[in-house]
C-alpha cells in the first residue's frame, strides 16, 4: 500500500516517474496573500479560502476552455489544512465549518458537479520552495489514470535459516499515473 501511495502521488524515483503532487507539465500557481498579510489558511477568513479554492477550479475549468466535464473535481491539500478546515467553523456563531461553507459555495458545485476535498501527506511541503501544495485536478479516467495491470500477488514463500523466518516475494505490474491532459491538473502553493 505505501509502494502504492508513492507511486500515486509522488512517483518512483528509481523509474524516473511523477505522480499527482509534483506532475512537471501542470500549472503552477502561489496563492494570494489574504487580509492578514500572509497565503495560509490558518491566517485566512473562510471567504479568503472559499476564494483560494475557486479561484483554482475557475482557472483549471478556463484551462480546459470551460469544457463542462473537465470542470476540476477533486482538491489535495496537507492534514494541517484539512484538519483546520473541518474543525474550524465559519464564525464563532456559525455551526458550519470551513469545510461546509467550502463544499456548498465552490464553483464546481455550484456548476451542477461534486467537489471532493481530500487530505495526503504528500502534499506537505510538495510545493516551490517547500511550501504547501494544493493539487487540482478531474479524477476521471478521460483525464488521469493509472493501471494495476497484474494485481498484487504472493510469488513464493522461502525458508530463511539464516534469520530463522520465512521470506515471501510479492510481485505486481503498475503504471505510473497518467495525466492525458496537462490543463486538467494544477497546483497552488
Keep these: 500500500d505505501k509502494h502504492m501511495d508513492a ?10 516517474t511523477t505522480g499527482l503532487v509534483n506532475n512537471p507539465d501542470a500549472t503552477e500557481t502561489t496563492a494570494a496573500n489574504g487580509a492578514a498579510g500572509t497565503a495560509t489558511w490558518a491566517t485566512k477568513t473562510p471567504e479568503e479560502i472559499l476564494k483560494d479554492v475557486n479561484d483554482a477550479l475557475a482557472a483549471g475549468w478556463a484551462a480546459n476552455e470551460y469544457d463542462e466535464t473537465a470542470i476540476p473535481n477533486h482538491i489535495l491539500i496537507p492534514y494541517e489544512q484539512y484538519l483546520y478546515i473541518m474543525t474550524t467553523k465559519v464564525t464563532e456563531l456559525a455551526t458550519e465549518t470551513i469545510y461546509d461553507f467550502l463544499m ?10 461534486d467537489l471532493f476535498i481530500g487530505a495526503t501527506r504528500w502534499c506537505k ?28 500477488s504472493r510469488i513464493m514463500s522461502a525458508p530463511n535459516v539464516a534469520n530463522v523466518c520465512y521470506d515471501t516475494a510479492y510481485m505486481s505490474n503498475i503504471s505510473e499515473v497518467q495525466i492525458f491532459y496537462p490543463t486538467s491538473i494544477s497546483y497552488v502553493d
Excluded at 11 to 16: R, V, W
Excluded at 104 to 113: D, L, M, R, V, Y
Excluded at 141 to 149: A, G, P, Q, S, T
Design 125 to 152: 511541503g510538495a510545493g516551490t520552495g517547500s511550501k504547501d501544495r494544493m493539487v487540482v485536478y478531474n479524477n476521471d479516467r478521460r483525464f488521469v489514470k493509472m493501471d494495476e495491470l497484474v494485481p498484487l
Design 104 to 113: 456548498k459555495n465552490n464553483a464546481a458545485t455550484k456548476a451542477g458537479g
Design 7 to 16: 507511486n500515486v502521488y509522488v512517483g518512483l524515483t528509481d523509474y524516473g
